[in-house]
């Protein structure tokens, strides 16, 4: 299956800093790139649509200005947790979206990033 | 109500059970299935799509009921290897939404020997 890299896999930081994740699709590229959050012992919850060359979808509830996406290549998006604070310690998941048109229907994967675990003091 | 509903768990059972999971979607309109499994504090995998017609990919089973908006993922023969937590995941593009894939909670699997 496809390759996609999450750096850094943990980091510690101070409330108050930002923190930039990279999500890099190794071997396709990708239109549209996903970024989740998950808390312990919940699910992932999507947090915003990453498409190349523009704005992000973000869903209900996100703030676009606290989480800064930027896709500006076919294989290369990043998040920004602007003014990380305590509550924003969780584990955050990128995926990138491969379409596959066939014979029949067409065939949507997403390919996980292995995650970056997010540890705000 | 959660638009993908799972038992969390855990299913505790022995090697060689067979085990059942269930999962409910809400959204009618929805087109894509999938069967994820998660093991602890890593990312979530790819276990295999889930078609209408039903589809088994080894010792694992997975079916669809469109009419009652349930997915249902069985393993066999149970390996301790199988121990993680399994998602139910519905992709509601087609609706609008193109390519959002929305998480069960997870339903988690304990293998014992």
């Known amino acids: 299956g496809a390759v996609v890299s999450q750096h850094p896999s943990w980091v510690i930081c101070k409330s108050g800093t930002s923190v930039k994740i990279e999500c890099r699709s190794l071997?396709?590229?990708?239109?549209?790139m996903f970024w989740y959050r998950q808390f312990p012992k919940q699910s992932l919850m999507l947090m915003a649509t990453s498409n190349e060359g523009s704005k992000a979808t973000y869903e209900q509830g996100v703030e676009k200005d606290k989480f800064l996406i930027n896709h500006a290549s076919l294989t290369l998006s990043t998040l920004t947790v602007t003014s990380a604070h305590p509550e924003d310690s969780s584990f955050y998941i990128c995926?990138?979206?491969?379409?596959?048109?066939?014979?029949?229907?067409?065939?949507?994967?997403?390919?996980f990033g292995p995650g970056t675990r997010l540890l705000v003091l | 109500r959660k638009e993908v509903e799972q038992d969390p768990g855990p299913f505790n059972v022995p090697e060689g059970a067979t085990v059942a999971f269930n999962c409910t979607y809400s959204?009618?309109?929805?087109?894509?299935f999938f069967w994820y499994r998660q093991d602890c504090r890593k990312e979530p995998k790819l276990l295999m799509s889930?078609?209408?017609s039903g589809n088994e990919d080894g010792r694992f089973t997975a079916q669809l009921n469109r009419a009652s908006q349930y997915i249902s993922l069985l393993i066999r023969d149970s390996k301790l290897s199988d121990s993680a937590t399994y998602l139910c995941v519905v992709n509601n593009y087609g609706s609008g939404n193109t390519g959002k894939l929305i998480f069960g909670q997870g339903t988690t699997l304990q293998v014992k020997p």
């Open positions: 959204n009618s309109a929805s087109q894509s």
């Open positions: 889930v078609y209408s």
């Open positions: 071997d396709f590229q990708a239109t549209t």
């Open positions: 995926s990138a979206r491969v379409l596959r048109i066939l014979a029949g229907p067409r065939v949507e994967t997403q390919y």
